[in-house]
């Protein structure tokens, strides 16, 4: 068992660990306001009244997975709840995608390439799905 305690290991430890503790909680405030947002600003559902059936309607509309780049990007300066949703999403997928690229520079720092080499293969592997989830 490797018990290795180097400055370097502890300093990508904590790195990495930072990464995952603030990627999650400004992903759930994102969400959270995206959500508030979403419902205090629509007249179809929330405080501003509706039905059971307009809820039912939200949640069975079908709905395009991502809005283009330039909308999302107006939508956040705008402040719709979308947009906020949207990048409280990308930003909880792409924690732990980011902490699987810091892992690759940490083994490389350390000159183990087997490590290395799995983790650029895990990293493509996550990098493969979200393109084929995309097109698919």
């Known amino acids: 068992m490797n018990t ?6 502890l300093r990508v430890e904590r790195i990495i660990s930072n990464l995952l ?6 992903s759930l405030i994102l969400l959270t306001a995206g959500t508030a947002l979403c419902f205090i600003r ?3 559902y929330g405080c501003a009244g509706g039905t059971a059936a307009d809820f039912q309607r939200l949640l069975t509309e ?3 997975p991502l809005p283009p780049l330039h909308d999302t990007l107006q939508g956040l ?11 409280g999403l990308i930003l909880l997928i792409a924690t732990p ?11 490389a720092c350390e000159k183990d390439r087997a490590f290395v080499a799995i983790t650029t293969v895990v990293l493509l592997l996550l990098i493969l799905s979200f393109v084929l989830g995309k097109a698919g």
């Open 77 to 87: 300066l705008q402040f719709q709840g979308g947009a906020i949703l949207l990048c």
């Open 21 to 26: 503790r603030w990627g999650v909680f400004v």
């Open 42 to 44: 629509s007249g179809d």
């Open 62 to 64: 079908h709905h395009t």
């Open 97 to 107: 995608v980011l902490r699987v690229a810091i892992s690759i520079v940490a083994f």
């Open 4 to 9: 290795d305690t180097s400055p370097t290991s």
